[in-house]
């Protein structure tokens, strides 16, 4: 084992502070990584404030991990040392069940590990997420990053990216499509980057009309007030998919209602109160709804390798650790665009360990 410097939540209520963790030595499949940069997701805040209520304390956050290799196993065959690599929100899953043969480690059916506030298999206690200086990985849930993906900017792919490319990828959003993204945060702005690229006529709705010139510049054709019940009404009945991705309580109906025969609407914000969903508005034009979860590791290179072709990479703010607390508190108010990003080079200098 060797020592790693990090910053953790040691509890609920308190301010993230330095921490040295521990890493194991690789095994024979390990991929040891320097971790560069890491993005702040609003999961690492709802994980540190106990916001889900399944919390192990002292948590190290971090799931959107850009690093380069330092050391390998002997028998690690897909990457070797000076590689970029990232790690998303997985670090294992059992392999075995028809849901990991299938390249759904996420749905793993005995729970995938986590790459933070998980069971870690190897040392006990609970894995320790990418606000640290390093990280050790099994090869099978590292991913390679393309060459010409600016790495600070990449990192936000590893969740935000893979969450909403699996659900536009699995509904087949294309051309002649029209698709909307509600909500234009971390999540919602790479929505708008996909579906663009996939060829979509891309309709934002948000509630901020100060964020119209913003999702325009990101790839939007049309940009939807949702309070203004006219203009969504306009809307009725004719889209073929919609892609949620607000994390707090909304009129989910209102949604519904804009879907064509078959239409589906996929939910990947998780409100931390149920969404009163009334039958009839699915019941009428066979809609659907349904959620979506990040992506298994194959999809995930997947959305890597896309976003290398077209050149997409996450709207960022580069912040130093020692900001992290302030950064969490600009979260709460949506103050960023799009994503915040730790340059983990910031560690050396983050005071006592």
Known sequence: MSNAKAYSAPSATSLLEPL?????????????????????CHTDLHQARNDWKGTTYPVVPGHE??????????????????????????????????????????????GATFTYNSPDKHLGGMTFG????????????????????????AAPLLCAG??????????????GQKVGIVGLGGLGHMGVKLAKAFGAHVVVFTTSANKTQDALRLGADEVVNSKNADEMAKHASSFHFILDTVAAKHDINAYLQLLKRDGNLTQVGVPAEPLDVQVFNLILNRRSFSGSLIGGI????????????????????????????????????????????IDMASLKSAGKF
């Open 298 to 341: 194959a999809e995930t290179q997947e959305m890597l390798d896309f976003c290398g072709a077209h050149n997409i990479v996450s709207d960022i703010e580069i912040i130093p650790i020692q900001k992290i607390n302030e950064a969490y508190e600009r979260l709460l108010k949506s103050d960023v665009k799009y994503r915040f990003v």
């Open 65 to 110: 991990i850009v690093g380069r290799v330092t050391k390998i196993g002997g028998h690690v065959t897909k990457f070797k040392l000076g590689d970029t690599v990232g790690v998303g929100c997985m670090v294992d899953s059992c392999r075995e069940c028809s849901n990991c043969k299938e390249g759904f480690e996420q749905f793993c059916e005995k």
């Open 162 to 175: 893979i969450t909403t490319y699996s659900p536009l990828r699995h509904h087949k959003v294309g051309k």
């Open 130 to 153: 990418g606000y640290s200086e390093s990280v050790v990985v099994d090869e099978a849930f590292v991913v390679s990053i393309p060459k010409n993906l600016d790495p600070a900017a």
């Open 20 to 40: 040295s963790i521990k890493r194991r030595e690789p095994t024979p499949h390990d991929v040891e990584i320097e971790i560069l940069f890491c993005g702040v």
